[in-house]
């Protein structure tokens, strides 16, 4: 196992005293001042300090240079444009794991320096009540995970490429990380010759010079900062049409392109068949990266979804299941990434539905009775809800591990919760409300309330109770329509494990 130096210091000290370190030589403000500051948020309970109140981030532009390898940090110059929601006298960014060599704000030196996960920035002069904001960061973006801390980046056999979700944006770039705030993102990669980069949204061209190549991508849609991406490495770019003329774009290991080819050309049917359930799709491109890397979980970055190889080249794997899992990306499009959560308490919507579509696709193509998983789902809800919490009330991840909020409860459990309702308000009325859902919230974010409020007006009739119940409740309610299935007794792990 490799050993890194970087490593030894902690996180946190380290990362102070570099911000200071520059304040130090870039403006002494910072530096004299016995850190007046307090980290901020949005007030998710989740994740407290995520997101930061007073400003609304229209654009980012995010240049990274990548070195030539995956272990040493990138740097990178991060520019946000924001309207200050308040008077402001000084500003919070989201930002963990880097260097930061200078700030400006709106073109002049503004003095930095760290408190907890925040970047705290002090402007020249206060900003006022809806004045424009032009933050420009300078820093290093490293993809060597700190200990006990998940990274943003994910290192790769021949490169990088990102999975920021649910809260590791800030380890890579500054920003306002909370998918409540959306806003547009241009992404500009320099790397030396031999590599491609490819980010979300549409190439805006590519420049060589010198040895090496800056690559410029752009969205056409607002998106949360949890689903940029950016992929380094040796790859291969494959294009192809989907319906009505929907640019595909795939992204994988150039040495693999044919092996992965049966898979890479089910996409255009996949995404006919998901518009057909909920409408037109709703960005610009859409496409797989495949990497390289064991990450355990694959993920809906907007417009280019991560999987691993491994998913399409391990034989454990039947073919139903592998496009089953393409299809839950996919539909995340929809469900997660154009109508994006308000809150993380929301997060049943993304995985809900997303499992929703998985195991539709799953019965639709392959005979996999949606029945059955809902029932085996039911047996064991209780038990996922005693240790994930009810749907739409997770208990809080785990510190540093960006995946532990994503737990059975809000897949198959609320799934099950989709399901229900479906039970409930028949067949008709629950596919009125899925395209209406992605209609109405389209390039928006959305509250749980939102969806209890349009099913109630899609079903004429008020839900709130069906919902209390199945969102929010320790116990899952019985079935409608299925008096007879039963829930199996909740276990006690921990009293089970001291024993055993
Ligand atoms: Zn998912």
């Known amino acids: 196992m490799p050993h890194s130096l970087r490593s030894v210091i902690p996180r946190a000290r380290r990362t102070t005293a570099a911000l200071l370190a520059s304040a130090?030589?870039?403006?002494?403000?910072?530096?004299?001042?016995p850190s007046p500051?307090?980290?901020?948020?949005?007030?998710?309970?989740?994740?407290?300090?995520?997101?930061?109140?007073?400003?609304?981030?229209?654009?980012?532009?995010?240049?990274f240079t990548y070195p030539g390898s995956n272990s040493k940090p990138l740097t990178a110059v991060t520019k946000i444009k924001a309207w200050a929601t308040q008077r402001l006298e000084s500003v919070n960014l989201d930002f963990a794991y880097g260097t930061v060599q200078s700030v400006d704000v709106n073109g002049v030196p503004a003095s930095f320096t760290s408190a907890g996960e925040d970047l705290v920035i002090t402007p020249a002069a206060p900003l006022p009540r809806g004045g424009a904001l032009r933050i420009t960061v300078r820093h290093t973006s490293d993809p060597?995970?700190?200990?006990?801390?998940?990274?943003?980046?994910?290192?790769?056999?021949?490169?990088?490429?990102?999975?920021?979700?649910?809260?590791?944006?800030?380890?890579?770039?500054?920003?306002?990380?909370?998918?409540?705030?959306?806003?547009?993102?241009?992404?500009?990669?320099?790397?030396?010759?031999?590599y491609t980069a490819v980010a979300n949204g549409v190439s805006r061209g590519s420049e060589r010079t010198g040895g090496s190549t800056t690559w410029t991508y752009r969205t056409r849609h607002p998106m949360a900062t949890e689903l940029a991406q950016v992929?380094?490495?040796?790859?291969?770019?494959?294009?192809?049409?989907?319906?009505?003329?929907?640019?595909?774009?795939?992204v994988v290991p150039a040495k693999d392109a044919t092996v992965l080819e049966p898979w890479l050309k089910k996409t255009p049917g996949q995404i006919a068949w998901m518009e057909q359930k909920v409408g037109l799709y709703p960005f610009e491109t859409y496409g797989l990266l495949i990497a390289q890397a064991q990450t355990g979980f694959e993920l809906e970055t907007q417009t280019l979804s991560?999987?691993?190889?491994?998913?399409?080249?391990d034989p454990a794997y039947p073919a139903w299941y592998v496009e089953s899992i393409m299809v839950h990306e996919l539909s995340h499009q929809w469900f997660g990434d154009s109508v994006s959560p308000r809150g993380w308490s929301d997060l049943w919507l993304n995985e809900g539905h997303a499992t929703w579509y998985e195991a539709l696709y799953a019965e639709e193509t392959a005979h996999r009775s949606l029945e059955t998983?809902?029932?085996?789902?039911?047996?064991?809800?209780?038990?996922?809800?005693?240790?994930?919490?009810?749907?739409?009330?997770?208990?809080?991840?785990?510190?540093?591990?960006?995946?532990?909020?994503?737990?059975?409860?809000?897949?198959?459990?609320?799934?099950?919760?989709?399901?229900?309702?479906?039970?409930?308000?028949?067949?008709?009325?629950?596919?009125r409300l899925e395209r209406a859902w992605v209609a109405v919230h389209r390039d928006g974010t959305a509250t749980t309330a939102d969806f209890e409020h349009l099913a109630s007006v899609i079903a004429g009739r008020d839900l709130s109770v069906f919902f209390r119940a199945w969102l929010y409740s320790e116990k899952t309610p019985p079935m409608p329509g299925h008096p007879d299935w039963k829930r199996d007794p909740v276990q006690a792990p921990t009293a089970a494990r001291q024993v055993g």
């Not at 494959?238 to 003329?245: A, D, E, S, V």
């Not at 059975?408 to 609320?414: A, E, H, I």
Request: glycine share 10%; aromatic share 8%; hydrophobic share 35%.
């Open 144 to 194: 060597v995970p700190a200990k006990s801390r998940d990274s943003g980046w994910v290192r790769t056999n021949d490169g990088l490429v990102m999975a920021n979700q649910a809260d590791a944006a800030h380890l890579v770039f500054p920003c306002n990380d909370h998918p409540s705030d959306k806003a547009m993102f241009t992404i500009h990669v320099t790397t030396p010759d031999g």
């Open 24 to 33: 130090v030589s870039g403006c002494l403000i910072a530096a004299s001042a």
């Open 306 to 313: 991560l999987f691993e190889k491994q998913v399409f080249t």
């Open 231 to 250: 992929s380094i490495g040796r790859s291969t770019v494959l294009y192809r049409r989907g319906p009505h003329g929907l640019p595909v774009r795939d």
């Open 373 to 431: 998983r809902m029932k085996a789902a039911y047996t064991r809800s209780d038990q996922w809800r005693a240790t994930g919490g009810p749907p739409a009330d997770p208990q809080p991840a785990k510190a540093g591990h960006k995946i532990s909020l994503f737990r059975p409860n809000v897949y198959d459990g609320s799934a099950l919760v989709l399901y229900a309702l479906r039970q409930e308000i028949g067949r008709p009325a629950f596919e």
């Open 37 to 63: 500051t307090t980290p901020l948020g949005i007030g998710d309970p989740l994740f407290p300090t995520l997101g930061n109140p007073g400003y609304d981030v229209q654009s980012y532009d995010l240049s």
